[in-house]
RNA sequence: GCAGCUGUAGCUCAGUUGGUUAGAGCGUCGGAUUGUGGAUCCGAAGGUCCCUGGUUCGAGACCAGGCAGCUGUACCA
């Protein structure tokens, strides 16, 4: 190998902002999005899946130019030089479905969708350029109904993963609303909007900087640890006081809540209509029993600034857990959604009104991990019968069918190395035993049965090279035809 | 994009006011043991000190400019 040779080679590594994803982890987002599945098919929701790509227009994304080809989504050109993208939610392309089989699907429509998304951002911590979404939509219903039970719907699938009733909490308010409030400040009209998007960005941030950050962000304007500084909306001081009021205004009860914010939309209509819906939500979840412990009503979220136009919604997980390093961490929105009426609209010309919720899967279960709900390390690695004998590789494969036959994980080395090598691998895989069948054992028509972990722990306890060797630990022979048996009851042992 | 911090072995990191042949732990590989992983002992391999230029008798260290990473922040349909 020259020097030459070497600098050709490509080096083996991850793209920025993606991830390899190790066993443990797929089967228990397997497990995980089961779960969520079950929940979702219970409400009567049905199964969909999408391109992982769509024409770029088709999702609502502008078209690249040469200043900005890939702007926060991965595009390219096909051959007829048409737009394509990879998808960057599962809302964009449900809407493209719902718009191309309109006649003939039922309405309202309630399907649902799990897979991979892409955006081509600056990866953070957390935070990744692929990442798995898992949405429910009802499309065709404008009535809050629909967007009530998408709340208790995922407070339902919360407990089924194991979050405890009190460890999470979904948080409801209405677009309606802030814009009511808005208008009483007096930014209403085109000529504000930019104003009003300073607003709710600000508002989107009470998480992160707290009410005095945001009541900063909403006058002049806030500058972080790092020094850099963010122009604020420049509100005058009586209206910053009157949307942090807003933002403070969520109370122990949501008829409380709801009275404080019938006072702060004043007489704006589009306000009053947002009461009204979040009062009719009200309604239905004390019907169906979930109590002011599971929904609340939150005027602070916003739910980014898209297409919004009515109820919104986000799952926020409240406990704390401490991460490898020891260090408190807060899970904080583990997913949202809300009312958004105007998306199929862009297709069809019609208004469609439209509801939905998607969960963060990868941050979900990065949150049911540190919780320990994952159940990883569960999976039991495969009983190794070692090939002691190349000849004899038939009797090893009929010794790891009949452990097969019993449900037990076995395989056979499959490799071209020697005994030591063998075990060297059966150890890296965690294996819980091995089975060892030579010229000795055959002979007496024995196989013997080492397990590794009980192994690994009486070898800790022997000082000296010569007890080592000749103590053998923790394993035993058995005659051939119990071997089930045995490797059985040594795994019970466990 | 903006700001701060950091780039030394596969990984985590030392490296004195600028001074000879750049180190440790872990990991990897080999041996002690050609039928035994994991304990122990012995040994070995492994380096563009991020790159380019500059200062200097001399740079891993100092300076300038790049590049990359991390963190925060902005944007985020």
Redesign the pocket.
């Known amino acids: 190998m020259s020097a030459k040779t070497k600098?050709q080679r490509p080096k083996a590594r991850v793209a920025?902002g993606f991830r390899d994803i190790g066993p443990e982890e797929v089967r228990g987002v397997k497990r995980m999005t089961r779960v969520i599945e079950e929940v979702y098919e219970a409400y009567g929701f049905e199964p969909l899946e999408v391109p992982f790509i769509e024409y770029t227009d088709a999702l609502?994304?502008f078209l690249p130019d040469q200043d900005r080809p890939n702007?926060?989504?991965f595009s390219f050109q096909d051959d007829d030089e048409q737009w394509l993208s990879l998808r960057?939610?599962l809302t964009?392309p449900l809407a493209r479905y719902v718009a191309e089989n309109q006649q003939a699907l039922p309405t309202p429509y309630r399907g649902y969708r799990q897979g991979w998304v892409f955006?081509?951002?600056?990866?953070?911590?957390g935070r990744f350029r692929q990442f798995m979404q898992f949405d429910a939509d009802t499309v065709g219903s404008a009535s809050p109904s629909a967007d009530a039970e998408m709340c208790m719907m995922v407070a339902d699938t919360m407990e089924k993963l194991g979050i405890a009733r009190g460890s999470y909490v979904m948080r409801v308010n209405n677009r309606k609303v802030l814009d009511g409030v808005l208008e009483a400040i007096g930014v209403a009209g085109p000529e504000n909007e930019a104003r009003r998007?300073?607003v709710l960005?600000a508002i989107d941030?009470l998480d992160?900087?707290g009410v005095a950050g945001v009541r900063e962000?909403l006058g002049k304007g806030?500058k972080?640890?790092?020094?850099?500084f963010?122009k604020g909306a420049e509100l005058e001081p009586a209206a910053v006081d009157r949307v942090a009021g807003f933002v403070d205004a969520g109370a122990p009860t949501r008829g409380e809540t709801l009275k404080r914010l019938a006072a702060l939309v004043g007489d704006s209509e589009r306000g009053r209509a947002g009461v009204a819906e979040l009062e009719e939500m009200s309604t239905l979840f004390a019907a169906a029993g979930y109590g002011e412990d599971r929904i609340k009503i939150d005027p602070a979220v916003v739910r980014?600034?898209?297409?919004y136009t009515g109820p919104v919604f986000e799952c926020e997980l409240q406990m704390e857990a401490r991460n490898e390093e020891g260090q408190l961490v807060r899970f904080g929105s583990v997913g949202g959604g809300g009312r958004y009426d105007d998306l199929v609209a862009r297709f069809t010309g019609q208004q469609v009104p439209a509801t939905g919720v998607s969960i963060g899967v990868s941050r979900l279960y990065s949150a049911l991990k540190l919780l320990g709900q994952t159940e990883e390390g569960k999976t039991l690695a495969p009983v190794v019968v070692l090939v002691?004998d190349r000849e004899r590789i038939g009797d090893y494969q009929r010794m790891v069918g009949t452990l097969r036959e019993a449900g037990i994980r076995a395989e056979m080395y499959v490799g071209t190395s020697?005994?030591?090598a063998q075990?060297?691998y059966?150890?890296?895989r965690s294996s819980p035993l091995v089975v060892?069948q030579?010229?000795?054992?055959k002979a007496k028509g024995e196989v013997?049965i080492?397990?590794?972990?009980?192994?690994?722990?009486?070898?800790?306890g022997?000082?000296?090279?010569a007890d080592?060797?000749e103590?053998?630990?923790?394993?035993f022979s058995v005659p051939e035809a119990d071997l089930v048996k045995a490797v059985r009851e040594a795994l019970a042992r466990r």
């Open positions: 600098q920025k609502g994304k702007e926060g989504v960057y939610d964009a955006r081509n951002e600056k990866p953070g911590p998007m300073t960005r941030k992160r900087f962000l806030r972080d640890e790092s020094g850099d963010t980014g600034l898209g297409y002691m020697g005994m030591k075990m060297k059966a150890d890296k060892i030579g010229g000795d054992e013997q080492k397990d590794l972990q009980l192994g690994a722990e009486l070898a800790g022997v000082e000296n090279r080592y060797k103590a053998r630990l923790a394993q």
